[in-house]
């Protein structure tokens, strides 16, 4: 029989069993679907193949907007399928792939699914989440384009929000090249920064690959539309990274491929709900960070989503549902991110909701937190 235990991606059933079923819903990380007008008209019913016009249209417009050859972009279904390929394609029995603490579950679990070997770099909390690159690149000795390493990581992190800037990242490629191995930098939350400041890894070294899509500033996970933007020394590898998508899935929706290219031609008004958000939510999540007793974190840099220690619980599963069954709030245990003791709060909700949610949230913690002290 099947255990959440035995599987590898258990934070995915929690999500689709446990998440989203209270009123105050602080579990999620990205924007909630934007109104459909926002894209545009809708276009017509097109069940032509993909490969015909909408697939090429979505890469071009892709090419057009980081500005780069269009044989360096590869569209995929949603970032976790750009993931789960480059997983294939280099986390190979005998390589190295060093990733971050706390982190989304598929950091850990595709490597050690393929057969690669698993070093961990933990973002101390007391350290405001910040990466050790020393440590990282520490993680990386012995590792030689004979044994290559690889460096895996989310830029800004998920669940912190925290961001590495243009300079760590350089120093992350250069340690990865040592290695003989690839800096992979999951950017799907640089979507939330303004467009000066995002950093890509692509831009800054033939070695990497940077992962994006459009579910989590613009709230359209429903369309499952990811991309691959490759760094010049990994342009060789575009034919073989497309051939495992066609083993995976063969072709993308093409009438999800003809909105999200309608999307790439909105942007702009697509984030504006993003910035209203971040207006009215960001001030509630900085004070009640600073003034809830037991509770310690920063503000995300980027995003919707904090991630703070709680004070005397070890155990943030029996606290996440405890606040989803009497207090009628979700957040995401820290344990999803493999690190207990946290719990991942998003704001990217309406603000009445968000004011009375951190309230139910700070009750919920404290009578968990009593509870636990008289029964010890």
Same mark, same amino acid.
């Given at each position: 029989?099947?255990?959440?235990?035995?599987?590898?991606?258990?934070?995915?059933?929690?999500?689709?069993?446990?998440?989203?079923?209270?009123?105050?819903?602080?579990?999620?990380?990205?924007?909630?679907?934007?109104?459909?007008?926002?894209?545009?008209?809708?276009?017509?019913?097109?069940?032509?193949?993909?490969?015909?016009?909408?697939?090429?249209?979505?890469?071009?417009?892709?090419?057009?907007?980081?500005?780069?050859?269009? +044989?360096?972009?590869?569209?995929?279904?949603?970032?976790?399928?750009?993931?789960?390929?480059?997983?294939?394609?280099?986390?190979?029995?005998?390589?190295?792939?060093?990733?971050?603490?706390?982190?989304?579950?598929?950091?850990?679990?595709?490597?050690?699914? @393929?057969?690669?070997?698993? $070093?961990?770099? !933990?973002?101390?909390?007391?350290?405001?989440?910040?990466?050790?690159?020393?440590?990282?690149?520490?993680?990386?000795?012995?590792?030689?384009?004979?044994? #290559?390493?690889?460096?895996?990581?989310?830029?800004?992190?998920?669940? !912190? %929000?925290?961001?590495?800037?243009?300079?760590?990242?350089? @120093?992350?490629?250069?340690?990865?090249?040592?290695? %003989?191995?690839?800096?992979?930098?999951?950017?799907?939350?640089?979507?939330?920064?303004?467009?000066?400041?995002?950093?890509?890894?692509?831009?800054?070294?033939?070695?990497?690959?940077?992962?994006?899509?459009?579910?989590?500033?613009?709230?359209?996970?429903?369309?499952?539309?990811?991309?691959?933007?490759?760094?010049?020394?990994?342009?060789?590898?575009?034919?073989?990274? !497309?051939?495992? !998508?066609?083993?995976?899935?063969?072709?993308?929706?093409?009438?999800?491929?003809?909105?999200?290219?309608?999307?790439?031609?909105?942007?702009?008004?697509?984030?504006?709900?993003?910035?209203?958000?971040?207006?009215?939510?960001? #001030?509630?999540?900085? $004070?009640?960070?600073?003034?809830?007793?037991?509770?310690?974190?920063?503000?995300?840099?980027?995003?919707?989503?904090?991630?703070?220690?709680?004070?005397?619980?070890?155990?943030?599963?029996?606290?996440?549902?405890?606040?989803?069954?009497?207090? +009628?709030?979700?957040?995401? #245990?820290?344990?999803?991110?493999?690190?207990?003791?946290?719990?991942?709060?998003?704001?990217?909700? #309406?603000?009445?909701?968000?004011?009375?949610?951190?309230?139910?949230?700070?009750?919920?913690?404290?009578?968990?937190?009593?509870?636990?002290?008289?029964?010890?």
């Amino acid at each position: 029989m099947t255990t959440t235990e035995s599987l590898r991606f258990p934070y995915m059933v929690w999500a689709h069993t446990e998440s989203f079923l209270s009123p105050y819903c602080l579990s999620q990380s990205g924007m909630p679907a934007p109104d459909p007008a926002l894209l545009g008209p809708t276009p017509p019913i097109d069940l032509s193949p993909p490969t015909a016009e909408a697939l090429p249209a979505l890469k071009a417009r892709l090419a057009e907007l980081f500005r780069v050859d269009s +044989s360096r972009v590869l569209v995929t279904a949603g970032a976790s399928a750009a993931m789960f390929t480059v997983a294939q394609r280099y986390f190979q029995p005998g390589t190295r792939v060093v990733t971050e603490l706390p982190s989304y579950e598929p950091f850990r679990a595709l490597p050690e699914l @393929q057969g690669a070997e698993l $070093r961990l770099v !933990t973002r101390e909390a007391s350290d405001n989440f910040r990466l050790d690159l020393d440590a990282v690149e520490s993680a990386l000795e012995g590792c030689s384009p004979a044994k #290559p390493g690889h460096i895996f990581l989310s830029n800004p992190n998920n669940p !912190t %929000g925290q961001a590495l800037g243009r300079e760590q990242l350089v @120093q992350l490629s250069a340690a990865a090249e040592r290695a %003989g191995g690839l800096l992979i930098s999951n950017e799907i939350y640089m979507e939330f920064a303004n467009p000066g400041e995002r950093v890509h890894a692509f831009d800054l070294a033939p070695n990497t690959i940077s992962i994006g899509g459009l579910t989590k500033a613009y709230g359209l996970g429903a369309l499952r539309t990811g991309w691959m933007i490759l760094g010049e020394g990994v342009q060789p590898d575009h034919p073989s990274l !497309t051939d495992l !998508t066609y083993l995976n899935y063969v072709d993308l929706a093409t009438p999800a491929l003809r909105l999200a290219t309608q999307a790439l031609d909105r942007l702009e008004a697509l984030l504006q709900p993003v910035r209203q958000f971040e207006a009215h939510g960001r #001030p509630h999540l900085v $004070r009640w960070l600073a003034e809830t007793p037991g509770v310690s974190g920063p503000p995300p840099q980027f995003g919707l989503a904090a991630f703070p220690m709680i004070e005397g619980v070890s155990d943030t599963r029996a606290l996440a549902r405890t606040l989803a069954r009497d207090w +009628s709030v979700d957040v995401v #245990p820290g344990e999803s991110f493999g690190l207990p003791g946290h719990v991942r709060i998003g704001f990217g909700v #309406p603000e009445e909701t968000l004011v009375e949610g951190l309230k139910r949230l700070g009750e919920g913690i404290e009578h968990f937190r009593s509870g636990s002290r008289q029964s010890s």
